[in-house]
């Protein structure tokens, strides 16, 4: 779809973690916000920004990887208080 428009020179803003849709972009931006302020950042490139997504996967993954763990963590502290409550 957004090939087919873009040919009637009809632009496009997406906010995508999706790598396929960086292939059809001329220009890459950040929006990171610092404080409660939003601060536009752009990319020079598209290997740049598909680094940058690589990187925000990486860290999604590690960042549910650690909250899977605590977790588990906190079931098994439920799980011993119950036990001796019921001792």
């Not at 957004?2 to 973690?17: A, E, M, P």
């Not at 950040?30 to 490139?45: L, T």
């Not at 549910?64 to 502290?77: H, I, L």
């Amino acid at each position: 779809m957004i090939d087919r428009l873009s040919k009637d020179n009809i632009q496009f803003i997406v906010s995508t973690f999706s790598p396929e849709l960086l292939q059809k972009a001329n220009k890459f931006f950040h929006v990171v916000s610092v404080n409660k302020v939003s601060q536009v950042q752009s990319f020079s490139n598209l290997d740049e920004a598909e680094q940058f997504l690589a990187e925000a996967a990486n860290e999604a993954a590690n960042e549910r990887e650690m909250e899977e763990k605590r977790s588990k963590e906190r079931q098994v502290r439920e799980n011993d208080r119950r036990s001796r409550v019921r001792d």
